[in-house]
């Protein structure tokens, strides 16, 4: 595949998915339509958006190569934890929606239970972890096809233009204009999936044995614990997506939540398994690399062209639902619901820029990755403590800082000095997991937050301040 024809594709799905994601905008009338599609969506509409929501380029990247060292239970781990989070939203998302019906983002309901510090800074949080994600996906569509079986492209030119097409789907349309491009993309991800998995099992000779001559399908200590680590960092982090939150209010009903979300789970956690079990075939055959781009390679151009395709509708997928949640958050938490429509499609345009400069400079993408999974994994706790009346708006800050400086602590004495603090909290050892951080992170935070809140009544609504308004009631 020459690079004019890779673009080329890249130019045509996109402005595919610009076509699809424009057309929404007759049924974005209002704020509230603009950032909740409130009441609109049905369980299969929903499921799907989850799973192309939470779905990415980072699944031909990262657990193949989590595998590729970790083992088969590297994958395991992978698909366990990208699934968690939309379990746990199944579960907990309910009760959030029952307390605040007219909600917009996760930090609403940690406003109206916690007060305004804490939930600026899980705002902080959740921007600070979209941002990562958005990086790193402009990141990986760049390195897709900067390789030379995929168009050895300019990383730039697919960074930029996924940029520009879904920055102006998603200012104009507004979270409608993501759900109704996730339909086409996740059934596209679903069948380019699979054809690429049944054109590697063809083209390998002997997957199984490959996998077994690379001594990754013992199961062994290391193996578990990158399955506790995945596991606590995917959905940590991942409970701070707040596409995911906005869905939460999108469906009719708790009813339609919870099947959307048990489906989304199971092709989600499918999905990851198989992708990330090519890191174990490609380390047996000794290609470690890009284990899943290297098994593609001998594969005919018309294949890799389909994977070129697939590719563009991850990233796409992922990254306008992270551009819509961002937007939502800095509109109605940061800003205090003082940003209007106008001024929510401005800023889903400038929280981009920065991510296109960074992505350019082609940074790890698994470091990044975990970067922000370390620090969701040091707050998610205290937040959802909050589901019962135990702990206090200024405990549960408390904790969630306390994580973070025990990581930090841990990497001191572990490694001696700052230096070994600092880079145990910005994780410089990727791709190695460190079970330690990822559980001291969680723990320390919950014994911070219940002790802090010893004696102190909780904040309710009465002290958390007004709760968002909508334009809307809840179907």
Do not use: C, K
Request: hydrophobic share 55%; charged share 10%; net charge neutral.
């Amino acid at each position: 595949m020459n690079t004019v024809t890779a673009i080329g594709v890249l130019v045509a799905t996109l402005a595919l998915f610009g076509l699809v994601g424009a057309s929404s905008r007759m049924r974005t009338t209002t704020r509230d339509d603009f950032l909740t599609a409130r009441a609109s969506q049905g369980a299969g509409p929903l499921a799907l958006s989850l799973y192309a929501s939470g779905m990415g380029v980072w699944i031909l990247f990262t657990p193949p190569i989590v595998a590729a060292y970790g083992g088969v239970l590297g994958a395991v781990g992978y698909a366990l934890g990208a699934a968690g989070p939309l379990v746990a939203i199944g579960i907990l998302g309910p009760y959030v929606r029952r307390r605040l019906p007219t909600g917009i983002t996760l930090t609403d309901w940690v406003r109206l239970r916690y007060g305004r510090p804490f939930q600026l800074y899980v705002a902080v949080v959740s921007v600070f972890y979209m941002f990562m994600f958005v990086t790193a996906e402009l990141t990986a569509i760049g390195d897709v096809l900067a390789l030379p079986a995929f168009g050895g492209a300019e990383p730039w030119v697919a960074i930029v233009g996924t940029a520009v097409v879904t920055v102006a789907y998603t200012a104009y349309g507004g979270l409608p204009a993501s759900l109704r491009t996730d339909r086409w993309q996740g059934w596209l991800m679903l069948g380019l999936l699979a054809l690429a998995l049944a054109a590697l099992l063809f083209h390998v000779d002997g997957p199984g044995q490959a996998a077994l001559d690379g001594g990754l399908t013992r199961i062994d200590r290391g193996g578990l614990e990158s399955v506790l680590v995945l596991l606590i960092a995917l959905t940590a982090a991942n409970l701070f997506h707040q596409a995911y939150w906005q869905r939460l209010w999108a469906a009719t009903d708790e009813a339609t939540l919870r099947r959307a979300t048990t489906v989304a789970a199971g092709l989600t956690a499918v999905t990851v398994l198989a992708v990330g079990l090519t890191g174990v075939v490609a380390a047996g055959l000794g290609d470690v690399s890009v284990p899943f781009f290297d098994l593609l390679t001998g594969l005919p151009g018309a294949i890799r062209l389909l994977i070129v395709v697939l590719a563009v509708a991850l990233v796409a997928s992922s990254v306008d639902s992270l551009e819509n949640g961002m937007a939502a958050l800095v509109a109605q938490d940061v800003s205090d619901q003082r940003l209007g429509t106008t001024a929510v499609r401005l800023v889903t345009v400038v929280l981009v820029a920065p991510a296109v400069l960074i992505a350019v400079q082609g940074y790890d993408i698994l470091r990044l990755f975990l970067i922000a999974d370390l620090v969701a994994a040091a707050t998610v706790v205290p937040v959802f403590l909050g589901l019962g009346s135990r702990v206090t708006g200024t405990g549960a800050l408390a904790g969630s800082v306390a994580g973070l400086v025990a990581v930090f602590t841990l990497g001191v004495v572990s490694d001696g000095g700052l230096e070994g603090g600092w880079a145990m909290l910005t994780v410089a050892a990727s791709p190695t997991l460190d079970l330690g951080a990822f559980v001291w992170a969680p723990v320390v935070s919950t014994v911070v937050a219940l002790a802090a809140s010893v004696g102190t009544r909780s904040h309710q609504a009465s002290r958390g301040g007004r709760p968002p308004t909508a334009t809307v009631s809840p179907g």
